[in-house]
């Protein structure tokens, strides 16, 4: 008699959340989910530009291993939103590898912009000349590619 009277009992306690505590919990998800959304978007604008910044400086990297690789100067040409190699140096023959397109163009990603102070030109060595500085942009968001006389290529703010 006494098991049937806790069976019983227990299916008819009532148990779960009312519709005030959901709704206060669904409140605190929302309110937190509006407070983050900005720091959000502020880290993935500034991770775009970081990424792109990672993906020329492996295009400079590139165009000096292939200098060292074909004994011969490469000039790397920063367009706007693209990156060529020159064989020979900047008046040089246009390479065409298989990270470039049909005219022999390595797009940066879509959105940025890409400024820089010179052209730099890998010797067979793996040194540049003229040291040079690309500025990765995105919006208000920059970030720089640079190469130095040695042929370094390291990205900084």
């Not at 295009?59 to 040409?77: F, K």
Request: glycine share 10%; net charge positive.
């Amino acid at each position: 008699m006494k098991i049937l009277r806790f069976a019983q009992s227990i299916g008819r306690s009532y148990g779960g959340f009312s519709l005030a505590e959901l709704s206060v919990v669904v409140a605190v998800i929302g309110s937190l989910s509006v407070l983050s959304l900005p720091v959000f978007l502020t880290y993935y604008q500034t991770a775009q530009v970081r990424g792109a910044a990672s993906d020329i400086a492996s295009y400079l990297n590139q165009g000096r291993q292939l200098a060292i690789q074909r004994n011969r100067n490469v000039c790397v040409s920063i367009g706007a939103t693209a990156v060529q190699y020159y064989v020979g140096g900047c008046a040089g023959t246009l390479w065409l590898g298989s990270i470039t397109n049909s005219t022999g163009s390595v797009r940066a990603p879509d959105g940025i912009t890409l400024t820089t102070t010179a052209n730099p030109v890998f010797s067979y060595l793996g040194a540049a000349a003229p040291a040079a500085t690309i500025t990765v942009s995105q919006g208000n968001r920059t970030l720089s590619v640079i190469v130095s006389a040695s042929g370094r290529v390291t990205v900084g703010p």
